[in-house]
């Protein structure tokens, strides 16, 4: 599967879109918000440059799209306003890969600028607003072009499906496994680690060459407290291999297919995180915070969601749909819903039996000073 091409979120505004079932991600901004607070403003204590460059890491489309930036440039004014002074002009660039759903974000962009002019008056800077295609595991911008990045839910995506995943023979090893399970073997997670030190390394070096010194960045994505990467949050993924298991057994899917998926993701431990931010060496690690998620509940006090099973499978579907119709080709369309149908009833069953855990990371950075050449 080659992900930069087949992976995007359910597009447009219909019932399976993710613009209808983005809620989870949204609380997940909800959560992040006080880091990106205290990252905008640590960035413009010292200086207001005259064009601020923010830039969002996998948008995706609907209504979360713009959250952060609306929010970030809400931030720069405020602080504008408290020192008397002119607002800088705001280079808003919105990335994610080709085939996202880019046309649903410009179409909510009058409506964007036009709140602008009104929430912040005429006075306010320009804010010239971009979308970047491309996949942030390599150059998107200009050298230090950016003062702020963001990126939320995203960062768990790897680059592509790890290799070794086959034996020499050619011989499925995750054989009925979608992720890293419990009955894996070893040679699986180490294959699945090691795509996510050399992805997350590659998507740190691109960014420090983008960010200026003293830029901030926030990231918000699925971890691990656990050092056994098929904990936490690797049951959803534990779960639609049993779905399609027992679809294959049924004849609805061929069981070969469900064999040889493996899905790009990666849910990194904190001390997998620490470890590789620390060795790549550009970014100083001001916080690294976990936050507990379950699918029941969600986080801290009011944000209280109820979660049921199927409000998890339709989430699940708009994440992954694309990736199960590359692989499986369309016939699976057939049996689509059909397939979250029965996902749900096993979300269910699971959660009435288990206390779900989702553990939600932020990691807010600086970055240094780039050592003088000598
Ligand atoms: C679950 S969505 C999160 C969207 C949004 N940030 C939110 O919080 O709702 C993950 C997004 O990351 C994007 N993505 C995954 N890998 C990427 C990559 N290598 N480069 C750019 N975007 C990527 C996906 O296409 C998808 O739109």
Redesign the pocket.
């Known amino acids: 599967m080659e992900?930069?091409t087949v992976?995007?979120?359910n597009k447009g505004a219909g019932e399976t879109s993710?613009a209808k079932n983005?809620t989870l991600?949204?609380k997940?901004?909800s959560i992040a918000k006080p880091f990106v607070e205290e990252a905008i403003l640590g960035n413009l204590c010292s200086d207001i440059p005259e064009s601020l460059g923010i830039a969002?890491?996998?948008?995706?489309s609907g209504p979360?799209?713009l959250l952060v930036i609306s929010k970030a440039i809400d931030i720069v004014h405020a602080k504008c306003v408290h020192m008397s002074r002119p607002a800088p002009e705001i280079r808003v660039y919105l990335?994610?890969?080709p085939s996202?759903d880019f046309n649903n974000i410009f179409m909510s962009l009058p409506d964007f600028h036009n709140k602008l002019k009104v929430e912040k008056g005429a006075g306010f800077g320009p804010c010239f607003v971009s979308g970047v295609p491309?996949?942030?595991?390599g150059r998107l911008f200009p050298s230090k072009s950016l003062h702020f990045v963001h990126?939320?839910?995203?960062l768990h995506?790897l680059?592509q499906v790890p290799s070794g995943l086959d034996s020499e023979a050619g011989i499925t090893l995750n054989k009925g496994k979608l992720y890293i399970s419990k009955t894996s073997p070893e040679c699986v997670a180490r294959a699945y680690a090691d795509q996510f030190k050399r992805d997350f390394t590659l998507f740190l070096q691109s960014r420090s060459a983008e960010m200026v010194t003293g830029g901030r960045m926030v990231l918000s994505l699925m971890g691990r407290i656990s050092g056994d990467p098929s904990a936490e949050s690797a049951f959803l993924w534990e779960l639609l291999s049993l779905a399609l298991i027992a679809m294959a057994s049924e004849g609805l899917v061929e069981e070969t297919k469900v064999d040889s998926f493996n899905a790009p993701y990666y849910a990194p431990s904190t001390e997998e995180l620490k470890w590789e931010i620390t060795r790549e060496g550009s970014f100083v690690l001001d916080y690294l915070e976990t936050f507990e998620a379950g699918w029941d509940y969600f986080g801290c006090g009011e944000e209280y969601v109820q979660f049921s099973g199927q409000r998890v499978a339709k989430m699940v579907r708009a994440?992954v749909e694309s990736m199960l119709e590359s692989h499986f080709g369309g016939g699976i369309l057939v049996v689509m819903d059909e397939l979250f149908r029965r996902y749900a009833d096993m979300v269910d069953d699971y959660l009435t039996k288990n206390r779900a855990k989702n553990i939600l990371v932020v990691v807010s950075l600086t970055r240094k000073e780039a050592p003088r050449s000598p």
């Open positions: 992900v930069i992976l995007h979120m993710y983005s991600q949204s997940i901004i969002d890491l996998g948008c995706s979360n799209a990335n994610d890969l996202n491309g996949s942030f595991y990126s939320s839910s995203s995506w680059s994440v």
